[in-house]
Structures are given as C-alpha cells and as structure tokens.
C-alpha cells in the first residue's frame, strides 16, 4: 500500500523528477513522456467507466489497476533490479476480454469512424490515447529496454477498447462506418 502525507514536495519545481529507482531524471525524458500518456490513457478510462454498465465497469478498474502496474514497471529502469513489472497473465486477461466480447459483435466489413453511442465515443477516445501511450512505450524502448509485456499489454488495450466501443454501439449495429471517397 501506497501512502501519500503530502502531495506536493517542491522537488520537481526546477524540471526534474524522481523515478521508482531514486534516479532524478528531466521532466522531458522519454521515460516520463511515457509515464505521462500512460496516465493520460488511464484518466480517459475514468471517463469511461462513468458511461459504462456494470461488465464494463468492471473490466475498465481492472485496467487502470493495471494501468498504475504499467507505471511501477515503466519507473524501474533497470530490468534486473526487483520491482512490479506486468505479467503475460495481464495481457492474456485482456485477450480473453476482447474474445468475448468480439463473439458478440456483427462481422466488421469496413473501418469504423469514431462514435456512435456517448460510451463508444469515449472509448475510442480513450483508445487512441493507448496508442499514444503504445507509441511513447515504443519509442523508450528503443533506447532503454523494457519489460516486453508492457508493449504487448498496451498494444492489446487498445485492441479491447476498440472492441469494447463496438460493443456499445449494440454490438457493432450502430457502428458509422467510413464511406471511402464518399464526399468527393
């Protein structure tokens, strides 16, 4: 258990800020950017679990949960030292999410424009801030490498956001789907 007595500490008022490792880093490191879109990603989820019912809101706390995983491996740069780090079960967990709900769903036969339903709209929002996330993930570890599963349970969030908004929009029959060339 985390306890915090105070919130702000003055410690990053000159740009720096601490890692899980007690290293200091500059608040512009790729690391931090990557922490950053991981939070932004987790706070769009928020949003969603308000739109939601009872199985997505489920699912959705579940995610952040994770989500803050996510982070406490992504502080811990050195892969050797101990620290929480996600596991394949996490990423299998969402697999299995997005299997169920896609048995549900009417065959994709086009791309989807994001929408439809509030819920599904927010979800693909919440979407294409994983992929940033997915993307600043990506790019740290081209420099510093990561926990692999943390690329492998973004990349899969995404893939169940994606599946959850077809799901809110009853079951992909309200899905907008994209007209290629329509408007020329």
Not at 12 to 28: F, Q
Request: glycine letters at 8%; charged letters at 20%; hydrophobic letters at 45%.
């Amino acid at each position: 258990m985390v306890i915090l007595t105070r919130i702000y500490t003055r410690g990053g008022d000159k740009g720096k800020t601490s890692l899980g490792s007690g290293a200091r880093v500059s608040k512009s490191d790729l690391r931090i950017a990557a922490l950053g879109s991981v939070d932004e990603a987790n706070s769009s989820i928020g949003i969603c679990r308000v739109q939601g019912n009872r199985e997505t809101e489920a699912i959705l706390t579940r995610i952040q949960n994770d989500l803050f995983d996510v982070g406490a491996d992504l502080c811990m740069p050195d892969l050797a030292q101990p620290a929480l780090r996600i596991a394949a079960t996490q990423v299998e967990w969402l697999e299995e999410q997005i299997d169920n709900l896609n048995e549900q769903l009417a065959p994709l036969n086009s791309f989807i424009l994001p929408g439809g339903s509030p819920a599904a709209a927010y979800l693909h929002m919440a979407r294409a801030i994983v992929r940033r996330a997915e993307r600043d993930i990506v790019a740290l570890n081209e420099n510093f490498p990561l926990n692999l599963d943390i690329v492998k349970y973004i990349n899969r969030l995404s893939d169940l956001l994606f599946v959850m908004a077809r799901a809110a929009n009853h079951n992909g029959l309200n899905d907008i789907l994209w007209i290629p060339g329509d408007n020329r």
